[in-house]
């Protein structure tokens, strides 16, 4: 048995074109949900059903691990169908076993974290519902258009604290095994469990006033625990290979080395001094390429050579002498070598194309970008947000 995530997203969006990849937050509004659903260890495949060459392209070059895409029909991707008709196409051409279980997911409702992932699985999981809708609890008092309250009584107003509200479907996913879809030709069926997410999920984007909205929302309540502020980074550490440059190793015919640097991570360097951050570099190698590219980005800590435990030990040198903890710490980092000092920083990050250790630390917040072609301006720009 496995479990699927299904997020159909189309390029035809009226109100807001190519929405499901116009950039939110720093990156492609479609990779909130992607990304948190590559986090989640109960999910085994994500599967983005979409029509549009160019979310294709976006949702592809990210190279995901779990994620892979799938052409949905033109009759399936027009204004006039439903959601339903492109979850049983693609249920139906792969073949899905009737056992797996089937989650479908709303790009539209990119504050939707890992966590809520995991917590509604669980709840699936001890067998009492058939299928599980995500609500939140709104507290508003609803009336009939007959003038009778349809909530409270009026006539007895409750306090907030009081009062119970009501649970309004929020649209961020649904569970469901693949037969119960098949016979009910439905997201829904039998006895529906619900999972009750937080009331700052409650809104979807559809009109840009929502996009607006749900950007300061994530902000407030999604970003600011993933990245902290920058009252609370006053240390940015980065690493070199894989990192602020593609890894490769360039070679004259003469036999030196080369190596490619982004030069908007170097802008990303100035902003973090302009932000009074420290900055450092703390590479495994040694060479003069890096030395000479450190002073070019006036880096306040260089320190070369040093292999697995040595890069934690030179960050806490760091930390003594500017009198702050790793806590203040933000690092970023792709391979083995880089662990060690990623689980103890307060803020970590990676390239899009790290390795799966690393991708997998708790709390990572794993880049859209790969290394040396922008990662590490991503990551400081949402530091600094």
Excluded at 37 to 61: G, K, M, R
Excluded at 352 to 375: F, Y
Aim: charged fraction near 25%; charge should be negative; hydrophobic fraction near 35%.
């Amino acid at each position: 048995m496995k479990t699927i995530a299904f997020i159909p997203v189309r390029g035809g969006s009226k109100s807001i074109p190519l929405k499901n990849i116009k950039p939110f937050c720093g990156k492609p509004l479609v990779c909130w949900n992607i990304e948190a659903l590559e986090a989640c260890p109960q999910v085994d495949e994500i599967v983005v059903a979409t029509d549009s060459d160019e979310i294709w392209d976006t949702v592809e070059s990210c190279h995901y691990i779990k994620t892979v895409l799938y052409r949905r029909s033109a009759e399936n991707a027009c204004d006039t169908a439903s959601t339903e008709s492109v979850m049983l196409e693609y249920i139906k051409n792969a073949h899905l076993a009737e056992d797996n279980i089937f989650i479908l997911v709303q790009a539209t409702s990119p504050l939707t974290e890992t966590k809520h992932f995991s917590e509604a699985l669980q709840m699936y999981a001890q067998g009492m519902f058939d299928s599980i809708i995500t609500c939140v609890r709104n507290y508003r008092f609803f009336w009939n258009e007959d003038g009778t309250s349809k909530n409270y009584d009026y006539m007895n107003r409750p306090r907030r604290q009081n009062f119970r509200g009501m649970l309004m479907e929020n649209g961020a996913f649904y569970i469901n095994k693949v037969k119960n879809i098949l016979t009910n030709g439905n997201r829904l069926g039998g006895r529906i469990g619900i999972y009750e997410m937080p009331e700052y999920t409650a809104t979807e984007i559809d009109e840009p006033d929502d996009w607006m909205i749900l950007e300061n929302l994530m902000r407030k309540h999604v970003l600011s625990k993933q990245i902290g502020s920058t009252k609370k980074v006053k240390l940015f550490l980065c690493d070199v290979d894989g990192t602020l440059t593609d890894g490769g190793m360039y070679y004259t015919e003469n036999g030196d080395e080369l190596k490619k640097f982004n030069t908007r991570d170097g802008m990303g360097f100035q902003l973090l001094r302009e932000a009074g951050i420290k900055t450092g570099i703390i590479t495994s190698e040694n060479t003069k390429i890096v030395e000479d590219r450190a002073k070019k980005l006036k880096v306040d800590f260089l320190y070369q050579g040093k292999r697995d435990g040595g890069k934690l030990y030179v960050a806490n040198k760091i930390c003594k002498q500017l009198g702050i903890t790793l806590d203040d710490v933000a690092y970023i980092g792709d391979d083995v070598n880089c662990v060690e000092l990623l689980e103890a920083v307060g803020v970590k990050a990676c390239p899009a194309d790290a390795c799966d250790r690393v991708k997998q630390l708790p709390s990572m917040n794993v880049m859209t970008l790969h290394g040396g072609s922008g990662c590490v301006r991503e990551f400081i720009n949402q530091i600094l947000q």
